[in-house]
């Protein structure tokens, strides 16, 4: 019914930068809250940003100054501008949409595939 796909990931060389897109498809009104969280091998899921759809944010100590989290309401996509990328920020990155409105209902905690940021030189 809803679908969430990322892009953008890939290889990258310590102080480069990446930007990662995600979009929710399917007969979707509205979806109150997107985040990008990131798992490392060994390590559990960890939230990496957030924004509502009013536009506020929310970003895990780690990456603030770095990373930039935005979003367009009217594609139901989210974007994660990664600035600065250090080795640590390794990781498979996954979008998540909560409260996704629908015909008849909500949707809550949805998840993409993840896409893989690797930094190394």
């Known amino acids: 019914q809803v679908q969430l796909v990322e892009s953008g990931g890939g290889l990258v060389q310590p102080g480069g930068s990446l930007r990662l897109s995600c979009v929710a498809s399917?007969?979707?009104?509205?979806?109150?809250?997107m985040g990008w969280y990131r798992q490392a091998p060994g390590k559990q899921r960890e939230l990496v940003a957030g924004i509502n759809s009013a536009g506020s944010t929310t970003y895990a100590d780690s990456v603030k100054g770095r990373f930039t989290i935005s979003r367009d309401n009217a594609k139901n996509t989210v974007y994660l501008q990664m600035n600065s990328l250090k080795p640590g920020d390794t990781a498979v990155y996954y979008c998540?949409?909560?409260?996704?409105?629908?015909?008849?209902?909500?949707?809550?905690?949805?998840w993409g595939p993840g896409t893989q940021v690797t930094v190394s030189s």
């Open positions: 399917g007969s979707i009104f509205s979806i109150n809250i």
């Open positions: 998540n949409a909560d409260r996704i409105h629908v015909p008849s209902k909500f949707l809550y905690d949805y």
